[in-house]
């Protein structure tokens, strides 16, 4: 029996490297720094992570006053999430799969701690997003750098990206 369970959860955070970045959180005392200096994160924001992890980044943009939306292919993790922010209103995790997830029209910023073989598709679904929902998109990225993009802003390991409908039509 514990046997199989396990397994399960070998199986729950192993089988999401085909479709991402393995589950590595990010520390709450940088995402204090990105929201304050990096992207001044406040109650007029909707975060969205792409791949929440236990829900961390979440709980802490929730802290700034922003409606935080977590996707998150691990249903232990969504799991943990729901547990962690269970008092936190602002706070919601789906399970899915953020490659066929559409941005709800509300987001103003993603955050994204990938890995390097995704980045540039993370960007350009961002981008296409921004395209879909005529409107403007910042990205966050945390510890990658968008090849042949140049960020607004960086602060530590945190590089800041904006995304316009323009941008794309002329690329
Ligand atoms: C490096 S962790 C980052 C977690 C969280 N964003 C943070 O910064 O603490 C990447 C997360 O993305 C999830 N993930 C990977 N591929 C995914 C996909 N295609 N759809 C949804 N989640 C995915 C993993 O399960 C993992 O929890």
Redesign the pocket.
Known sequence: MWVWLLALVVVMFGF?VF????????RKRQLEVAFKELYHLDDSDVLV??????G??LRTAAEYGAKAIG????PI?VLITRILSRHQSNVVVYL????FVQLPAETTVV?V??ESRDIRKMAKKVQDESIRLEKMLSLIS?GFQIPGQTPVKVVGAYFLYEFSPLQGSKA
């Open positions: 999401v479709r991402g970045a393995p589950y590595v959180p990010s992570d792409i791949g929440s992890g236990d961390i980044v996707y998150e292919l691990n993790l899915a799969d953020f490659w955050y701690f990938g945390y």
